[in-house]
């Protein structure tokens, strides 16, 4: 049966608390969900925990070039840690600490933890004696020891020493275990030293094993304390379904071998965590997140898959996925959290979130996920300052794929409630989805009502539950096979090559009308496949699939159909290559109309709240003065022009900045409310637009609102085949590029260049979106997928930028990356190269001015 979602709002008194019901879609429930009573969350805005700490949004090899990831999506995420290779390392052929440390201050990054084992090129690493890698510590400490930010990095001498070097560490004869933790204390000390004799004031961490191991650190730390060498940061994995029942008693067993010691509460640091089942899933990292948050410690996602895709949260270089969008609610939370009370505390697949109060912005907000069903979110002690009525906002993010793009999260419900008289909001959620997340915002109502939310009907349907021809089911990422891909209902269909092979899915929708149909997919045929889609047997229409890493590393394809009333069969046959099929989402379709309240955006400075007003999100106004600035994450389907209004008043000019480049100006309206609006260039994916106030008042923003759909209109394309080419550079055929060709073999000399000529009507600031293949990928000794990103220097009238291009996992899946240029009115000379190796291949640019 599909797992069909509807909506419905009201408002009622339950027990002497304000009741809002939300109800939610439900898009991958995996069972029907029975208990007696209802479970409840509980969350007290009078218990502090203490400053939020955002400790838990680090990434192991999430960067791997500057660029990739794009900042659009690094710099919303204000991202603690990051652990990344030794300087020059050959354990994989990016991450470098170095080469990724611009472009991690750039976007306010913190602290670059060096794992310096990786400077070998194997796995497990090539044991070459002792006096081997102290020379190689020598070289990468003193490499860093010559920086100026040579105090941003933490060094992490021994990486999972007792799966590496030093084995007899995990066993249980005592005498190899001696033997092994004398040998590991022994090079400890040494590598210890060498680090502190060129940085005296070095931090280091450790001591890094797979997992907590009392024996080792019972005997380790009173050690490392009585000789000196005691580690500035404690680290160990947390990477099995386990973890998230066991890691509080592990943080708990460690603080006593602490105090036992005498040893000061030293920092931790869980510098490996979750599983590929996790990864990409928003209700299994708020899971993980809320574990290592509310107690306080730092924690970096595992590295399973490839390097530069924040550990498979983000799509494409700009392009977030599900997960990208909690990382960013999390990185939102501001203030303190307060104690929230799960109905299971530390129990593996379990509803757990985090709550937050920031009483100077007087708003609340609470994140979590993990379950199927309802869940009542009891809300207590909100503060007086609130006021007696409050907006509460429910948004979803759900579960996209490791590569299915995902839109800003749905708003399911804004609701005005009284807060009761014992100080209680209660938000009952009906039909949550397990693999979603979800958000709850409460702050002061203002004088309006918010505008209502307004889903569009939706329904999941499972491949394995559908009429299979040619395909077999197989079974995927679960708590028993925690190394599996995530994937809806934990089954999908694949063996689909027969010339037969078809899955058929019986939907039913409650109206005629167009209904978006997504699929959820994944290719590792070696280049893009095709299936046809038919509708009760009618005429067959092309769905393409983009490649992506693996069978089971999911994507989404969508394509618009129309339905009749009542009940359909669609059926998915086999077409060119081959695909293995997961679910498909079948939504109404609707005008794009996206509210992004000011009260929500990433501030700096120190701006007031107004929520005299509810404004159109329900969130109040946000007030600017000439310090202050508010950057929205504003997504984008599809690269083109939208209607972007900004409500807002001011006593003074304000801007509106996008990529770096002033595009709007927002005159002063002498307090009165305004709607201005605007025609904006969007790339795919997420898109920064900055308020900022450069000179005298103050701008009080409520909203930006994107409508209406992408246009193209005022796009200029050129075809890389026409393009100048110099050296060896060289058109080839190619029936996914756009023409059918497309230009290789640009760079590995200064020579190999390839030329556009680009018309500008006018001067200023350009999107120029490239169309490349990339697959270049390095042989590997390890488990990860070793993909290259390419560069290309772009120079444009003579001035030139370095631009990564992110692999797209064939040299026949073509994406865009966008490029943000400065034109001059008239033919602008834009040049592609690089002396040192080859660039990506190019299909096409487009170029397009900012502001339209």
């Given at each position: 049966m599909p797992r069909t979602e509807h909506r419905s709002r009201k408002t009622r008194l339950l027990m002497g608390a304000v009741t809002v019901t939300a109800a939610l879609i439900g898009t991958a429930v995996t069972g029907p969900y029975a208990q007696a009573a209802t479970p409840q969350i509980t969350v007290d805005l009078a218990q502090?925990?203490?400053?939020?700490?955002?400790?838990?949004?680090?990434?192991?090899?999430?960067?791997?070039?500057?660029?990739?990831?794009?900042?659009?999506?690094?710099?919303?995420?204000?991202?603690?840690?990051?652990?990344?290779?030794?300087?020059?390392?050959?354990?994989?052929?990016?991450?470098?600490?170095?080469?990724?440390?611009?472009?991690?201050?750039?976007?306010?990054?913190?602290?670059?933890?060096?794992?310096?084992?990786?400077?070998?090129?194997?796995?497990?690493?090539?044991?070459?004696?002792?006096?081997?890698?102290?020379?190689?510590?020598?070289?990468?400490?003193?490499?860093?020891?010559?920086?100026?930010?040579?105090?941003?990095?933490?060094?992490?001498?021994?990486?999972?020493?007792?799966?590496?070097?030093?084995?007899?560490?995990?066993?249980?004869?005592?005498?190899?275990?001696?033997?092994?933790?004398?040998?590991?204390?022994?090079?400890?000390?040494?590598?210890?030293?060498?680090?502190?004799s060129i940085i005296p004031d070095a931090r280091i961490a450790g001591p890094n094993e797979t997992r907590y191991d009392g024996r080792l650190m019972g005997d380790f730390y009173p050690w490392a304390k009585a000789n000196g060498v005691l580690p500035d940061i404690t680290t160990w994995h947390e990477l099995g379904p386990g973890s998230l029942s066991d890691f509080e008693s592990h943080l708990a067993a460690y603080r006593a071998i602490e105090k036992k010691a005498g040893i000061a509460e030293l920092p931790v640091s869980i510098n490996e965590y979750g599983n590929r089942r996790d990864q990409s899933v928003p209700g299994q990292m708020i899971q993980w997140m809320s574990l290592f948050e509310r107690n306080k410690v730092y924690a970096d996602q595992a590295y399973w898959n490839i390097a530069g895709n924040l550990n498979d949260n983000n799509a494409q270089t700009n392009i977030p996925n599900g997960t990208w969008w909690l990382l960013r609610w999390y990185a939102g939370l501001t203030g303190d959290t307060v104690k929230l009370t799960p109905p299971q505390a530390n129990t593996i697949d379990t509803v757990q979130g985090i709550a937050s109060l920031d009483s100077g912005r007087r708003q609340a907000q609470v994140l979590l996920g993990g379950t199927s069903g309802t869940v009542d979110t009891v809300i207590k002690n909100v503060p007086k300052r609130f006021g007696t009525k409050v907006n509460v906002t429910v948004e979803r993010t759900g579960w996209t794929g490791y590569e299915g793009a995902a839109a800003a999260p749905s708003v399911v419900s804004r609701t005005t409630a009284t807060v009761a008289a014992n100080g209680s909001v209660t938000v009952p959620l009906t039909g949550l989805d397990a693999m979603s997340a979800y958000r709850i915002t409460l702050n002061p109502a203002g004088s309006s009502a918010p505008e209502a939310a307004s889903l569009p009907w939706s329904a999941s349907y499972e491949a394995e539950s559908a009429a299979i021809t040619g395909g077999t089911v197989y079974s995927q990422g679960s708590v028993s096979n925690p190394y599996g891909f995530a994937t809806s209902g934990t089954k999908d269909v694949g063996s689909l090559n027969q010339a037969t092979s078809k899955v058929a899915f019986t939907v039913d929708v409650p109206k005629t009308g167009t209904y978006d149909v997504n699929v959820f997919y994944g290719n590792q045929s070696g280049g893009p496949a095709t299936q046809t889609l038919t509708v009760d047997g009618g005429s067959p229409r092309t769905v393409t699939y983009g490649s992506t890493l693996n069978w089971t590393y999911r994507a989404t394809a969508s394509v618009p159909v129309t339905l009749t009333a009542g009940r359909h069969t669609l059926t998915l046959a086999k077409g060119t290559n081959e695909v293995t099929l997961d679910k498909i989402d079948v939504t109404a379709s609707t005008a794009p109309d996206a509210v992004y309240p000011a009260t929500y955006a990433d501030i700096s400075g120190s701006p007031s709240y107004d929520y005299s007003a509810a404004g159109a999100g329900g969130a109040g106004a946000l007030i600017l003065d000439t310090q202050d600035k508010a950057a929205f994450d504003v997504y984008a389907p599809a690269d083109g022009y939208y209607t972007v209004h900004a409500d807002y008043s001011s006593t003074g000019e304000a801007t509106l900045s996008l990529d770096g480049a002033r595009a709007a100006t927002l005159a002063a309206t002498q307090g009165q409310v305004t709607d201005k609006v605007l025609r904006l260039y969007l790339s795919a994916g997420n898109n920064r637009i900055t308020a900022a106030v450069p000179g005298g008042g103050s701008v009080s923003l409520r909203d930006l609102r994107v409508t209406g759909a992408v246009s193209t209109t005022g796009v200029a394309t050129y075809e890389a085949e026409d393009a100048a080419r110099a050296g060896t550079a060289s058109v080839s055929a190619n029936s996914w590029a756009s023409g059918g060709k497309y230009v290789g073999h640009v760079g590995l000399g200064s020579g190999n260049t390839l030329t556009f000529q680009v018309n500008a009507p006018s001067a200023g600031r350009y999107v120029m979106n490239v169309r490349y293949a990339n697959n270049e990928v390095a042989g590997s000794g390890n488990y990860n997928t070793n993909v290259i990103s390419r560069a290309a220097d772009i120079t444009v009238n003579g001035t030139a930028q370095r631009v990564m291009f992110r692999n797209s996992y064939s040299w026949s899946n073509f994406w865009d990356l966008p490029v943000p240029v400065t034109l001059k009115a008239g033919v602008n000379t834009v040049s592609f190269g690089n002396a040192a190796a080859y660039a990506p291949d190019v299909d096409k640019v487009t170029v397009a001015p900012l502001n339209g």
């Open positions: 502090s925990t203490g400053a939020v700490m955002h400790g838990a949004n680090g990434t192991l090899y999430g960067l791997s070039d500057d660029g990739v990831p794009g900042d659009e999506l690094v710099a919303p995420l204000h991202m603690t840690t990051v652990i990344q290779k030794a300087p020059d390392g050959a354990q994989h052929p990016n991450g470098d600490a170095l080469a990724i440390k611009a472009g991690y201050d750039r976007n306010g990054g913190g602290e670059v933890h060096i794992y310096m084992q990786d400077v070998y090129a194997q796995w497990p690493y090539e044991n070459l004696g002792l006096s081997d890698y102290l020379a190689k510590v020598d070289t990468m400490v003193r490499k860093v020891a010559a920086r100026p930010d040579a105090d941003d990095f933490v060094w992490v001498p021994f990486n999972e020493p007792d799966g590496n070097w030093y084995p007899g560490l995990g066993s249980s004869d005592s005498t190899k275990y001696t033997n092994a933790l004398n040998s590991f204390k022994s090079d400890w000390t040494t590598v210890y030293k060498k680090i502190r």
